[in-house]
Nanobody
Framework: QVQLVESGGGLVQPGGSLRLSCAAS????????MAWYRQAPGKQRELVAV???????NYADSVKGRFTISRGNAENTVYLQMNSLKPEDTAVYYC???????????????WGQGTQVTVSS
């Protein structure tokens, strides 16, 4: 009923930049928070950044000052601008959205399929 499609991952050298995009589509009535998570090999999935429908943001300490999360004009899109990338940023990055469907007053979380980010020289 809801699809989240990420794009923008890839291989980048340390110190470089990447911009991830995520677009939500489907039977959507409204989206409040959208977020980016990441999971490195052998580690648990962790929250990277979150943004509310009102534009409030929060970041993991490890990415503060380097990453910026933003919402698109269409409100069903979210971006993650990643600067000054480090090898420890290497992970699969997942988009998450808290969505209310047209057919129900309930809210539920949805995930994208993930996009690989590799930071290596």
């Amino acid at each position: 009923q809801v699809q989240l499609v990420e794009s923008g991952g890839g291989l980048v050298q340390p110190g470089g930049s990447l911009r991830l995009s995520c677009a939500a589509s489907g039977n959507i009535f409204s989206i409040n928070t959208m977020a980016w998570y990441r999971q490195a090999p052998g580690k648990q999935r962790e929250l990277v950044a979150v943004i509310t429908s009102g534009g409030s943001t929060n970041y993991a300490d490890s990415v503060k000052g380097r990453f910026t999360i933003s919402r698109g004009n269409a409100e069903n899109t979210v971006y993650l601008q990643m600067n000054s990338l480090k090898p420890e940023d290497t992970a699969v990055y997942y988009c998450n959205a808290n969505v209310r469907l047209v057919t129900t007053p309930l809210w539920a979380g949805y995930w994208g399929q993930g996009t690989q980010v590799t930071v290596s020289s």
